[in-house]
C-alpha cells in the first residue's frame, strides 16, 4: 500500500479501513514552557520534529482555564508534568455563582489562541493537532479542590449547577476561538466518569450533559478524541459521546482494546502502560506490547499510544520504540 498522509491514516483508521501502518502519538506536559504561548509552542514542535507522531495534542498546562478566574497554581517538579494548586478561587458554595463568563482572547485562554495559531502556522496543514480542553466538571475540581466539589455538588447542587454553566459558556466560547485558529479537533479530557469519584446518576446529573454541548460544539472537526481517566470508568456512559477516536488506562481498567471494539465504533487509542511500559520498561518490551495491541485489535481502528500522558522521566529509547514499532 503506498504511504498515506497522517491525516489519511488517521480518516481510514477512524472509518475502519486499511492503513499502511498503524498511526502512533504520544504526548507529555511541559511545564514552565507550558505557561506562554512561544515556550509551549517551541516545546511542541521540538518534540514531533523529533518524533513525527501522526497527531500533536497541545499540552497546556490545567491551569490555562482557569487561571484567569484567579486560580493559583505552581510547578513543583512533579513527573506527570502537573501543576500544585494554591488556595481554591472556590471556598463556599455560593462563590459557584460568582463566576464570571470569561473572555477567550484575554488573559492565558488569549495566551493558548496565540499558541494554536503559531502551531497551526508552522505545521501548514501536514500534521493534525489537536487542542486540549478540559470538560467543565474537571475545571470545577480544579477550582474548588476533588473534596469540596464533590461535596458541595451533594450538598448545594444547584450551587455547583450554576457554576458548571458558567464555566461551560466560558469553554464554549474558548472552543469556537480556538477552531478558527485551524485546529482538526479537541481532546475532550474526563476526570470524574469513574465509579470511584462519583455515582453514574451523578455523572449524568453533572457531567454528561456539559460534556455533550461541548461536543456539539465541535461538530464539522473532524478528529475529535475523548479520554476517560482513571480507573473504574463509566465507558459505557460515555461510549456513545460524538467523537472520531476514545483513550483511556486501556492496561489499567476495563475495557480492553478488544472489548472496546465492540462498545465503540471509532477509533482506539492505547496499548501503552505510561509507567510499566514508557517509563520502566525497555525498547523491546515496549515493542511487544505494540505487538500486542496490534494482535488484540487485528490492527483495526487503532492508535498505539499511551493511557495517558507519559511521565516526564521517559527514556528516550522507549519513546523511540514506540514510534518505530509501527513501521
Known amino acids: ?3 498515506m498522509t497522517k491525516r489519511q491514516r488517521l480518516e481510514a483508521t477512524i472509518a475502519g479501513q486499511s492503513v499502511d501502518r498503524p498511526a502512533v502519538a504520544l504526548w507529555r506536559h511541559w511545564p514552565v ?5 512561544a515556550g509551549l509552542v517551541r516545546a511542541t ?29 505552581s510547578w513543583q517538579g512533579n513527573f506527570e508534568g502537573t501543576r500544585e494548586w494554591g488556595r481554591r478561587v472556590i471556598q463556599q458554595p455560593a462563590d459557584w455563582e460568582r463566576l464570571a463568563r470569561l473572555d477567550p482572547y484575554q488573559g492565558q485562554l488569549g495566551e493558548m489562541l496565540r499558541a494554536l495559531e503559531m502551531v497551526g502556522a508552522a505545521l501548514g496543514g501536514e500534521v493534525p493537532f489537536i487542542q486540549t480542553i478540559f470538560n ?23 450551587a455547583v449547577q450554576a457554576g458548571l454553566e458558567t464555566i461551560t459558556q466560558s469553554t464554549l466560547d474558548f472552543i469556537a476561538a480556538a477552531r478558527e485558529t485551524g485546529i482538526d ?49 463509566m465507558f459505557d456512559l ?41 517509563l520502566c520498561g525497555t525498547p523491546e518490551r515496549v515493542r511487544d506490547r505494540v505487538r500486542a495491541a496490534i494482535e488484540q485489535t487485528g490492527g483495526c481502528r487503532l492508535i498505539i499510544a499511551a493511557g495517558c500522558v507519559m511521565l516526564i522521566p521517559t527514556p528516550v529509547g522507549n519513546i523511540r520504540a514506540a514510534r518505530e514499532a509501527v513501521g
Not at 476495563?254 to 465504533?265: D, K, M
Request: with cysteine; proline share 5%; hydrophobic share 40%.
Open 136 to 158: 467543565p466538571l474537571s475545571q470545577a475540581k480544579n477550582l474548588a479542590g476533588s473534596e469540596q466539589l464533590v461535596a458541595h455538588l451533594r450538598q448545594h447542587p444547584g
Open 45 to 73: 514542535l521540538d518534540f514531533q520534529r523529533r518524533y513525527d507522531f501522526d497527531f500533536i495534542k497541545m499540552m497546556p498546562a490545567s491551569n490555562y482555564c482557569i487561571l484567569d478566574w484567579g486560580a493559583e497554581s
Open 238 to 278: 460515555v461510549a456513545d459521546y460524538p467523537v472520531q477516536a476514545i483513550n483511556w488506562h486501556d492496561q489499567e481498567t476495563p475495557p480492553s482494546l478488544g472489548e472496546a471494539q465492540g462498545l465503540f465504533s471509532g477509533a482506539l487509542a492505547g496499548g501503552l502502560h505510561r509507567e510499566q511500559d514508557l
Open 185 to 233: 479537533g479537541i481532546f475532550l479530557a474526563l476526570q470524574h466518569a469513574s465509579y470511584n469519584l462519583l455515582s453514574r446518576d451523578e455523572y449524568v446529573a453533572f457531567g454528561r450533559p456539559y460534556d455533550l454541548r461541548l461536543l456539539e460544539a465541535s461538530q464539522g472537526l473532524w478528529f475529535n478524541l475523548l479520554h476517560v481517566h482513571g480507573v473504574h470508568i
Open 33 to 37: 514552557d507550558d505557561q506562554s504561548a
Open 1 to 3: 500500500m503506498p504511504e
